[in-house]
């Protein structure tokens, strides 16, 4: 029910913009999280909005990523600029099974993942 896309290859230096779209649900007065994970590594938290539009970042990514949401689209996004090879990673999205709800449980709903990839 979440579809996360626009990866892809790029450039160290370059931009990238990925989309979370909901099906079946709405985002409506949900957070929405953006996480990262590498091979043989943990799923971090890259990005955070939540449920009235704060963004939060991890400390890499402040001053490069941007979240926004359009809830009127039931989408995410996740504006990446100045992208370096450690961005690499498949990228997923995140938002609470409970409706209204600003904190992530253990049955949220996941996107796929979309991976990004950063030449250097």
């Known amino acids: 029910q979440l579809q996360a896309s626009g990866g892809g290859l790029v450039q160290a230096g370059g931009s990238l913009t990925l989309s979370c779209a909901a099906s079946g649900i709405t985002f409506e007065f949900r957070s929405i999280g953006w996480f990262r994970q590498v091979p043989g590594k943990e799923r971090l938290l890259v990005a955070r909005i939540g449920r009235y539009g704060r963004a939060t970042y991890m400390d890499s990514v402040k001053g490069r990523f941007n979240a926004s949401r359009d809830d009127s689209k039931n989408t995410a996004y996740l504006q990446m600029n100045d992208l370096k090879p450690e961005d690499t990673a498949v990228y997923y999205c995140?938002?609470?099974?409970?409706?209204?709800?600003?904190?992530?449980?253990?049955?949220?709903?996941w996107g796929k993942g979309t991976l990004v990839t950063v030449s250097s």
């Open positions: 995140r938002t609470p099974f409970i409706p209204r709800s600003d904190i992530f449980g253990p049955n949220d709903y």
